[in-house]
Nanobody
């Protein structure tokens, strides 16, 4: 069974860089057709896609966050990491990592982490 677990600081100061890691167990982040996403949900709002890193290491970001976002991976640890720079209180949210499987006509977010609260405050 694939499991994803987010980890990182729960409190970040404004203008600093938010850094979260997702550790994957039960499957490899280099498996074909699987892409590893970061998604967040601000309080009282819907889900917002941040970006993903593909099984081959390519990255794609939301246009609205692209200038501040970097997603990388450590295949030896089966982890991928989100860095979001120059944070403001508007970046306060529950942050999720999730696996997206795309194969032919099949596209599905089929595994999610439990989410981790990140608050941006001085």
């Amino acid at each position: 069974q694939v499991q994803l677990q987010e980890s990182g600081p729960g409190l970040v100061k404004p203008s600093q860089t938010l850094s979260l890691t997702c550790t994957v167990s039960g499957g490899s982040i280099t498996t074909n057709y699987q892409h590893w996403n970061w998604i967040r949900q601000p309080p009282g709002k819907g889900l917002e896609w941040i970006g993903y890193i593909t099984y081959s290491g390519s990255t794609y970001y939301s246009p609205s966050l692209k200038s501040r976002t970097s997603i990388s991976r450590d295949t030896s640890k089966n982890q991928f990491t989100l860095q979001l720079s120059s944070v403001t209180p508007e970046d306060t949210a529950v942050y999720y990592c999730a696996r997206l499987t795309q194969y032919g006509d099949y596209t599905q977010y089929d595994h999610w982490g439990q989410g981790t609260q990140v608050t941006v405050s001085s």
